[in-house]
């Protein structure tokens, strides 16, 4: 009988706590899915630029390959890389010896011929005279007339000939085409000169210019006049694209150059990141690019905050520059979720979110 009272007391104690239990777990507040912690940018207006990056070298503007126009062995040369030079200085000189020989024979040849030209053309005045007085035939005149005719002939192709060699003498002098910097030199004393082989490379240091290719399908955003970008002493210059030449290379490149005004900084050969800008808007709205979500086969979007949680919204891009994009179809003050790498990957659509940076 104890017994059985005993069960039955343990039974009522074990209801109860169980009631209990039911009781405060009824009145317990019910928690959801905890928020995700989001960090904001509200989209806004802006100006924005939109460029284009190459890699460009500097150069001289003006930079000339140095060759001869005679075939000669190098006597003597006067500089060497790196030499400093006016224009006009003597940078090489060649083996004259047998432009000489060939100078003074056709002196030679110009000296007979002035004698010549003399001798019939006395010789033709005279015969002319005496025809008209009827001394001599018409054929003995006509014969003068025709020696003088050819010693003239002579003459001129004699006097040619002498100006021909002069010439090449005066070629065996390479000179500076400029005053600046010899940067670069092919040959020593002794070797063999020959026409449009460049024996030095001398560049004028007092004007530069940006160089740098562009492809092909890069065309139709440059033009003239456009506004360059580029760094030297860790200062951003600007310069202007100057000359777009106008045949592409077989390897389907269009070369580009933009004239520097200023020339602190800037070393001849030196490679430097350019930045072309190819349009300009001005109080756009813009967001951050890290925002934007592009996926293959799926339209830009991002993920904006309403209400404390995420809508995905599909956005209409338009420029772009360093860190922010144009959203042609986005409002001013929308909360636009940043999203660091693969974010998207974790964010869904009508998840709970809380924006932890302030406005």
Do not use: C
Request: proline share 4%; no cysteine.
């Amino acid at each position: 009988m104890k017994k059985r009272k005993l069960i039955i007391v343990l039974i009522v104690l074990a209801l109860f706590f169980i009631l209990k239990r039911k009781i405060e777990l009824a009145r317990a507040p019910v928690f959801g899915k905890r928020p995700v912690l989001v960090s904001v940018f509200y989209s806004q207006k802006r100006d924005i630029k939109s460029f284009r990056e190459y890699l460009a070298k500097i150069e001289p503007i003006n930079k000339a390959n140095v060759s001869t126009r005679v075939s000669a062995t190098v006597e003597k040369i006067f500089v060497d890389e790196g030499s400093s030079v006016e224009k006009g200085d003597l940078l090489a000189e060649l083996d004259k010896r047998d432009i000489l020989a060939k100078l003074n024979s056709a002196k030679q040849v110009l000296f007979a011929a002035q004698e010549n030209f003399n001798y019939w053309q006395k010789e033709y005045t005279r015969d002319e005279n005496l025809f008209k007085q009827g001394a001599v035939s018409e054929e003995e005149r006509d014969r003068a007339k025709n020696s003088f005719a050819q010693a003239k002939a002579n003459l001129e192709s004699a006097k040619e000939n002498v100006r021909l060699w002069q010439a090449n003498l005066s070629y065996t002098e390479i000179k500076s085409p400029y005053t600046g910097v010899v940067s670069e030199r092919f040959v020593d004393e002794g070797d063999l000169a020959v026409p449009g082989k460049p024996l030095f490379v001398v560049e004028d240091r007092s004007k530069f210019k940006l160089s740098f290719d562009v492809p092909q399908e890069d065309i139709s955003y440059l033009k003239r006049g456009l506004s360059v970008f580029y760094k030297a002493n860790n200062q951003l210059k600007q310069a202007k694209i100057t000359n777009i030449f106008p045949s592409v290379s077989p390897g389907k490149i269009l070369h580009i150059e933009a004239y520097l005004n200023d020339k602190d900084g800037i070393y001849a050969g030196a490679f430097v990141p350019v930045k072309v800008v190819t349009a300009e808007g001005k109080r756009v709205i813009v967001i951050p690019k890290s925002s934007v979500t592009k996926v293959s086969n799926l339209k830009p979007f991002v993920f904006i905050v309403e209400g404390g949680k995420l809508k995905k919204y599909p956005v209409v891009l338009g420029l772009s520059s360093d860190m922010f994009v144009e959203a042609k179809n986005l409002a001013s003050g929308v909360a636009v979720v940043k999203n660091p790498y693969l974010s998207w990957t974790k964010l869904a659509e009508g998840e709970p979110v809380k924006v932890i940076n302030k406005r």
